[in-house]
T-cell receptor, first 118, second 114 residues
Framework: GENVEQHPSTLSVQEGDSAVIKCTYS??????FPWYKQELGKRPQLIID?????GEKKDQRIAVTLNKTAKHFSLHITETQPEDSAVYFC?????????????????FGTGTRLQVTL | EAQVTQNPRYLITVTGKKLTVTCSQN?????MSWYRQDPGLGLRQIYY???????DKGDVPEGYKVSRKEKRNFPLILESPSPNQTSLYFC?????????????FGQGTRLTVV
C-alpha cells in the first residue's frame, strides 16, 4: 500500500519568514495530494491540494509543488503569521480504482508542527 | 451548514465496557471513514465505507467495528475497549469513492480507556 513520509516533524520560524514542509510517497499511481491544517484542539481542514497533472498550485501565501518523477511534494508558506501556527498533514490518494477496496483512501504523513514566533 | 458531527467529544471509560462513537454527515456523501490520531503517527485509517451496507477494513481495524445502515451515519463501535485504544478519533466524509475531493472531518472524539 501507499506510504507517505513527512519532514520535518517540528518547524519553528520567525514571523515573516517562509516555511517549507516536504513529503514523499511510495505509490507512483497516486494522483491526488492534499494538505490539511489542524489548529490546536480542532479538526483537520483542507488548505490546498494538487493533482498529478499539475506541477504547482498557489493560493495567496500558500503554494504546493509536485515532482512526480521523484515522488515528492512540498508545502510552501510565505510571509508566515502567528495564525499559521498549527500541525500540517500531507496526504496521498489514488482515485482511479472505483469500486475497489483502495478507492479514495487518503494516506497521511505523520504531521509537522509549525510554530511561528514573533 | 455542511458538516460532519461526532459525539461524544470526550469519553473516559473502563477496559471492556462497550462503547459507540456516533458520526453523522449532512452532505449526502457516499464515502465515510474513521481515523485515529496518535502522536508521531499521524492519522491512520481504521475502517471505511464506500456506501450504505459497504464497509471494509483500513490500516488499523483490530478491536473496532463499524456499520453503515444509512447514508448519513457511520458509527464506530468498540466492543471491548482496551487501554491501547486511548486516542483521538476522527470521522471523515468525502463525496464518493474514486473522486479526488475534499475530506470533511468531524470535531474529534478524545477517548481514554482506563
Amino acid at each position: 500500500g501507499e506510504n507517505v513520509e513527512q519532514h520535518p516533524s517540528t518547524l519553528s520560524v520567525q514571523e515573516g519568514d517562509s516555511a517549507v514542509i516536504k513529503c514523499t510517497y511510495s505509490d507512483s499511481a497516486s494522483n491526488y495530494f492534499p494538505w490539511y491544517k489542524q489548529e490546536l484542539g480542532k479538526r483537520p481542514q483542507l488548505i490546498i491540494d494538487i493533482r498529478s497533472n499539475v506541477g504547482e498550485k498557489k493560493d495567496q501565501r500558500i503554494a504546493v509543488t509536485l515532482n512526480k518523477t521523484a515522488k515528492h511534494f512540498s508545502l510552501h508558506i510565505t510571509e508566515t503569521q502567528p495564525e499559521d501556527s498549527a500541525v500540517y498533514f500531507c496526504a496521498a490518494s489514488l482515485s482511479n480504482q472505483i469500486n475497489t477496496g483502495t478507492a479514495s483512501k487518503l494516506t497521511f504523513g505523520t504531521g509537522t508542527r509549525l510554530q511561528v514566533t514573533l | 451548514e455542511a458538516q460532519v458531527t461526532q459525539n461524544p467529544r470526550y469519553l473516559i471509560t473502563v477496559t471492556g465496557k462497550k462503547l459507540t462513537v456516533t458520526c453523522s454527515q449532512n452532505m449526502n456523501h457516499e464515502y465515510m471513514s474513521w481515523y485515529r490520531q496518535d502522536p508521531g503517527l499521524g492519522l491512520r485509517q481504521i475502517y471505511y465505507s464506500m456506501n450504505v451496507e459497504v464497509t471494509d477494513k483500513g490500516d488499523v481495524p483490530e478491536g473496532y467495528k463499524v456499520s453503515r445502515k444509512e447514508k448519513r451515519n457511520f458509527p464506530l463501535i468498540l466492543e471491548s475497549p482496551s487501554p491501547n485504544q486511548t486516542s483521538l478519533y476522527f470521522c471523515a466524509s468525502r463525496l464518493a469513492a474514486g473522486t479526488n475531493t475534499e475530506a470533511f472531518f468531524g470535531q474529534g472524539t478524545r477517548l481514554t480507556v482506563v
